[in-house]
């Protein structure tokens, strides 16, 4: 992720990450990768070592009262009781605009 500093607000778990010496990180946590890319055929791999990109523990303020609450109307943005970490949102951001996938996403249509 270069030089930019994302500082999380939750603690997260994070998997041990076996990679080639090839592969480029592209976030680190004191000095841990926490995620990384490697090529793959014409394309890459990014790999995230935080289960599902979210924070080890609930949003503040969303407890039980959340799970009886919460109503998902149509076209309605769901409730997120365990928000995507900064540096997961921040690589999939980038990945996502990419002119490569952006062009495959509007050929699909």
Not at 89 to 95: K, Q, Y
């Amino acid at each position: 992720m270069g030089e930019t500093r994302l500082a999380e607000e939750s603690p997260f778990d994070v998997y041990r990450l076996a990679f080639p010496k090839a592969a480029r990180v592209r976030a680190e946590s004191s000095g841990v990768p926490v995620a990384v890319e490697v090529a793959y055929g014409e394309g890459r791999i990014t790999v995230l070592a935080s289960p599902f990109g979210v924070g080890a523990k609930e949003a503040k303020g969303v407890g039980m009262t959340l799970a009886e609450e919460v109503v998902n109307g149509v076209d309605k943005p769901l409730a997120k009781p365990y928000p995507l970490l900064k540096h997961v949102r921040r690589i999939l951001d980038e990945d996502f605009r990419r002119p490569c996938f952006s062009k495959w996403v509007k050929g699909s249509a």
